[in-house]
Nanobody, 121 residues
Framework: QVQVAESGGGLVQAGGSLRLSCAAS????????MGWFRQAPGKQRELVAL???????EYGESAKGRFTISRDNAENTVYLQMNSLKPEDTAVYYC???????????????WGQGTQVTVSS
């Protein structure tokens, strides 16, 4: 069984920083792409950032220049460093990981349950 779990959300003032973490665990053969999406109330889920096994990154427009994604392949963990936070960054942040479990010959996207980030003005 595979699990993906986020941590690090919370309440922060505008201009502040937060660091989110997401760890994949369980009967894992390999982890491919990992990343973050977010969903604000009344809005669609949107891309924040993705990172490949080789470190190649992709950022959503709202994250460029302020957020940095990184990963630890040995720990199957992905991080999101968020700086210069704005009230419009308030959302539930979801981790996603493309994982090949031990008993499957293909990748499956696993989602975490989400962590709330609230930025006060």
């Amino acid at each position: 069984q595979v699990q993906v779990a986020e941590s690090g959300g919370g309440l922060v003032q505008a201009g502040g920083s937060l660091r989110l973490s997401c760890a994949a665990s369980g009967t894992i053969f390999s982890v491919n792409r990992m990343g973050w999406f977010r969903q604000a109330p009344g809005k669609q889920r949107e891309l924040v950032a993705l990172i490949g096994v080789d470190g190649a990154t992709e950022y959503g427009e709202s994250a460029k220049g302020r957020f940095t994604i990184s990963r630890d392949n040995a720990e199957n963990t992905v991080y999101l460093q968020m700086n210069s936070l704005k009230p419009e960054d308030t959302a539930v942040y979801y981790c996603i990981a493309a994982i090949q479990a031990d008993d499957r010959p293909y990748l499956v996207d696993y989602w975490g349950q989400g962590t709330q980030v609230t930025v006060s003005s």
